[in-house]
């Protein structure tokens, strides 16, 4: 019996120490050195998933803000392009051109000669109800597609052909406007 008290009264002590000792841990413990401990408890079939959603904070890089504004480009419609550009007087102008396509179809659109822009020495345009459908021109020296597509308000997709002839560009926006879909242009109708 008397074995059996020292057991009981050691227990107790060790366990005094054992408490103490969790106590001055916990209250020792810097908040930068405190562990946080993690039960993984396995769910159960009633149990039900806790989603815990967190705000994503966004933060926008202004490289990008600058960039999806380049992006978001307009073309120049004909009432811009004739008050920024000089019409080429030795050129006859269509301000309602017809146009035939292969497919034997018309259309009325606008094709206008100018004279000197930013990046071009020479421009003819197509405008189909005021809308910018296609442009040729004859590019000034050392002129990049970036800047030229800038100065019409046109993304990076449209499709531009460059030409090995005196610098010559065709950019089309609608490809029913491209050279091989065209029949008669409205200057070959007279």
């Given at each position: 019996?008397?074995?059996?008290?020292?057991?009981?009264?050691?227990?107790?002590?060790?366990?005094?120490f054992?408490?103490?000792g969790?106590?001055?841990?916990?209250?020792?413990?810097?908040?930068?050195?405190?562990q946080?401990?993690?039960?993984d408890?396995?769910?159960t079939?009633?149990?039900e998933?806790?989603?815990?959603e967190?705000?994503?904070i966004?933060?926008?890089?202004e490289s990008?803000?600058?960039e999806?504004?380049?992006n978001e480009?307009?073309?120049?419609?004909?009432?811009?392009a004739?008050e920024?550009?000089?019409l080429?007087?030795?050129?006859?102008?269509y301000?309602?051109?017809?146009?035939?396509?292969k497919?034997?179809t018309?259309?009325?659109?606008?094709?206008?000669?100018?004279?000197?822009?930013?990046t071009?020495y020479y421009a003819?345009a197509?405008?189909?109800?005021?809308?910018?459908?296609?442009?040729?021109?004859?590019?000034?020296?050392?002129?990049?597609?970036?800047?030229?597509?800038?100065?019409?308000?046109?993304?990076?997709?449209?499709?531009?052909d460059?030409?090995?002839?005196?610098?010559?560009?065709?950019?089309i926006?609608?490809?029913?406007?491209?050279?091989e879909?065209?029949?008669r242009?409205?200057?070959?109708?007279?």
């Amino acid at each position: 019996m008397k074995h059996l008290n020292l057991y009981f009264f050691g227990c107790i002590i060790a366990g005094i120490f054992v408490i103490s000792g969790c106590q001055s841990q916990q209250f020792n413990t810097p908040a930068s050195e405190e562990q946080t401990v993690t039960i993984d408890a396995q769910p159960t079939e009633d149990d039900e998933p806790v989603i815990e959603e967190k705000p994503q904070i966004v933060l926008e890089d202004e490289s990008q803000t600058e960039e999806a504004a380049v992006n978001e480009t307009t073309p120049i419609d004909e009432a811009t392009a004739n008050e920024r550009y000089k019409l080429d007087s030795d050129m006859d102008q269509y301000p309602q051109g017809k146009f035939e396509f292969k497919d034997g179809t018309t259309v009325t659109a606008a094709y206008m000669n100018y004279l000197e822009g930013e990046t071009f020495y020479y421009a003819s345009a197509v405008f189909e109800k005021g809308k910018l459908v296609k442009v040729q021109l004859e590019l000034k020296e050392n002129v990049s597609k970036d800047d030229v597509l800038a100065e019409w308000g046109l993304p990076a997709e449209v499709r531009y052909d460059e030409s090995s002839f005196n610098n010559v560009v065709d950019i089309i926006v609608n490809e029913r406007f491209a050279d091989e879909n065209i029949q008669r242009l409205p200057s070959e109708w007279e």
